[in-house]
């Protein structure tokens, strides 16, 4: 079993950055790669990014790609989301998730694909 702690959400301006952290707890072998889903009121989950833990191979959502990037830290054993130029369409829940994924390419934006997920961490916007 694998448990995921979330940090770093907070209220933010457009343009801003944010960056969460996730903490990962368990057994490595459930795992081969960790990512991030968000979920805005009334929205279906949506997958943000993922990376292959431990190769690092990295998969963004066309919305975030130049703006945010993943990081894994095997040795602190957590994986991070660096966000930038952030605007109010990147407000919601976001989710860190953790998962044995065959053809990530293919299969890692789909939220059933992941066994893990945290409690999650708000991401907000102010004016």
């Known amino acids: 079993q694998v448990f995921l702690v979330e940090y770093g959400g907070d209220s933010v301006q457009t343009g801003g950055s944010l960056r969460l952290s996730c903490k990962v707890q368990?057994?490595?072998?459930?795992?081969?790669?960790l990512g991030w889903f968000r979920q805005t009121s009334g929205k279906e989950r949506e997958g943000v990014a993922a990376i292959g833990a431990p190769s690092g191979a990295e998969y963004y959502a066309d919305s975030v790609k130049g703006r945010f990037t993943v990081y894994l830290d095997n040795t602190k054993h957590t994986v991070d989301l660096q966000m930038d130029y952030l605007n109010p369409e990147d407000s919601g829940m976001y989710y860190c998730?953790?998962?044995?994924?065959?053809?990530?390419?293919?299969?890692?934006?789909?939220?059933?694909?992941?066994?893990?997920w945290g409690q999650g961490t708000q991401v907000s916007f102010s004016s």
């Open positions: 368990g057994d490595p072998w459930n795992y081969n790669y």
């Open positions: 998730v953790a998962g044995r994924i065959d053809y990530p390419w293919e299969r890692w934006m789909n939220p059933g694909r992941w066994r893990s």
